[in-house]
């Protein structure tokens, strides 16, 4: 496999030196790309509990990607060559060493029919039946690999199918799956009434099937077999899911529903033991804007989003064997709002694969000019069949998980400054979301805000706080962050978080102190070129990226960053 890597990096180079050499001038092609690279230095403190392996043997590790496309006559060619030294990116209790090919590409477009070959991203719908993406923050990546064929019927309607292995998973990310994956999508866009006059109607389908191979089958029975007779079922070598979908659109108001099953399967319970279950996935949202109209003197506008999700024992892996991150086929995000802010993201509500109901609702008003007031409300729970006991009646009953309510105002303030103010309040269910028993549920209170100073020449100031106020959990935490922007090229940024008032459970490996949690960063951007030097200290926690979250382990040390594009 490793030579075959190597293979299609050299005749990748070798073809783009070829064609570029070769072809007339107006047949030139286009060769672009970009690199990422990240370096850290781990600098060890018992204290916060940044000490895990990668403190205590390698001390230093890095990670980088080289991304490169060529297109010409039609063609597109893509390497992308990743590397990983000592890294804690895919295992953050660990250290992976590796480097090779991440992903390759051949694609042509033939008339109406599109053919990929190699690696690629793609998506069913929403993507909860389907979808193949990467998320580099937080290290996983689940290309498929195999080929792909997308017929365009007409400029209305569209159809796809592929077939292929996903990408490797944290313990080898250079190979591939045994599961062969493939699937069908048909999407198209029909207009309602004469000339759209009633609106425009997208509507899919999508079927998709995995089939299990042999080996994980066996390990799969071993594992039944050591079960008591009323629990052994016969698990399945292949799986069916099928989804369907519309989205409405008229004006300033749109409409989406999508509704997704899956046929009975293996899957891990709640008790860690597997059970043989179906699936499925109902999901809305409905979206609304209005502006322009008048509010005494001033001219005003109003935007509402709300959606809402159930899910019922959807876990779709490459195998019922593969946990966590791992060999994740479903796209199932966190249904409320993804923040931005140090403390106002410390607790996020993963989606839940087993079962959870979740509504999600924003209303984006501007009463005039200068003025912004967003709010957001969620709530997320379980379902009652594997909820919490009534001991009062008997019966299951469904249990919190999340809530959130956010609101915050920005006001400008003449031509150069502005203020953002709010304050966000959360319950979160530690036991559930972290499986920590002895844990309660936390209860926050987090004011916030942020002032913002624009100066001539590029030059800014802006300076952020918050308060994130509990009894529960490491306890109370303050910060605060000031970042100047010198030049445009340039900019400096110094916070800390501080702890405090701390709390601790007696299975937290933090010290039972007023902790500090600094930052200093420095950023410089030439050209397509950004530079990032920072030493920060991070606490453990959920980190999460694109509403796709992990548990990762403190932080302490320094980090390095380039960032190009070409």
């Known amino acids: ?143 498929m690999q195999g080929m792909r064929l997308k017929y365009n019927i007409n400029d209305r309607w569209a159809v796809k199918g592929f077939a292929g292995n996903q990408k ?17 999508n048909i999407e198209g866009n029909i207009p309602v009434g004469k000339m759209s006059k009633f609106g425009d109607l997208i509507v899919g389908a999508s079927a998709i099937n995995r089939s299990l191979d042999r080996e994980t089958m066996d390990r799969l ?27 409405y659109t008229k004006g300033n108001f749109g409409w989406n529903v999508e509704a997704n099953v899956k046929t009975p399967e293996a899957i891990l319970g709640m008790n860690n033991r597997f059970k043989l279950s179906g699936g499925n996935v109902l999901y809305t949202s409905l979206s609304w804007g209005k502006g322009g109209w008048r509010l005494g003197k001033q001219k005003a506008s109003i935007g509402v989003n709300v959606q809402a999700r159930h899910v019922d024992n959807f876990a779709f892996r490459t195998a019922p064997t593969e946990t966590l991150l791992n060999g994740l086929v479903s796209y199932l995000p966190s249904m409320t709002r993804q923040n931005t802010y140090r403390l106002l993201s410390r607790y996020n509500a993963p989606g839940q694969e087993l079962g959870e109901d979740g509504i999600q609702g924003e209303v ?28 009062a009646t008997g019966a299951m009953e469904a249990e919190k998980l999340f809530s959130e309510q956010y609101l915050e ?43 913002l100073h624009t100066m001539e020449h590029g030059r800014s100031l802006r300076v952020e706080w918050q308060y994130l106020s509990t009894k529960n959990d490491q306890g109370s935490f303050a910060n605060l962050m000031i970042e100047y922007w010198a030049t445009k090229q340039l900019s400096i940024a110094l916070g800390d978080m501080v702890n405090v008032d701390p709390h601790r459970y007696e299975r937290m490996i933090i010290a039972n102190k007023v902790l500090h949690y600094p930052t200093v960063f420095v950023g410089y951007t030439e050209k397509n070129t950004v530079f990032t030097l920072a030493y920060l200290k991070q606490q453990q926690g959920v980190n999460c990226s694109g509403g796709i979250c992990r548990e990762e382990p403190a932080f302490s040390g320094i980090r390095f960053t380039v960032s190009s594009n070409f």
Request: charged residues 20%; aromatic residues 16%; positive net charge.
């Open 364 to 391: 984006e008003f501007k009463p005039r000019k200068g003025t912004q007031i967003f709010f957001n409300s969620s709530y997320v729970q379980t379902l009652a069949s594997n909820g919490k006991l009534n001991t």
């Open 409 to 451: 105002v920005v006001q400008k303030l003449g031509k150069h400054d502005k203020l953002k103010l709010g304050v966000q309040r959360i319950h979160y269910n530690q036991t559930r979301y972290e499986n920590e028993p002895e844990y309660v549920p936390v209860k926050t209170i987090t004011p916030f805000g942020e002032w």
């Open 1 to 143: 496999m490793r030579h075959f890597n190597t293979l299609i990096l050299i005749a990748f180079m070798a073809f783009v030196g070829r064609v570029s050499g070769q072809t007339k001038e107006s047949d030139k092609g286009q060769f672009s790309g970009n690199l990422l690279m990240n370096y850290q230095k781990y600098l060890r403190d018992d204290s916060i509990g940044a000490n895990t392996k990668v403190y205590k043997e390698n001390t230093a590790s890095a990670d980088a990607w080289l991304f490169m496309q060529y297109r010409i006559n039609g063609y597109s060619f893509i390497v992308r060559y990743d590397a990983f030294n000592n890294s804690p990116l895919l295992d953050p209790q660990s250290a992976y060493t590796d480097h090779g090919i991440g992903f390759w590409q051949v694609n042509k477009r033939i008339d109406k029919l599109d053919l990929t070959m190699g690696s690629f991203y793609d998506q069913f719908g929403t993507g909860i039946l389907f979808r193949s993406y990467e998320q580099r923050q937080i290290g996983i990546d689940y290309a």
């Open 168 to 184: 490797g998973n944290i313990k080898n990310r250079f190979g591939f799956a045994k599961q062969v994956i493939s699937g069908m």
């Open 221 to 247: 029975v071993g594992t039944i077999n050591t079960y008591d007779l009323a629990e052994r079922f016969y698990p399945k070598y292949n799986m069916y899911g099928f989804n369907g979908y519309f989205g």
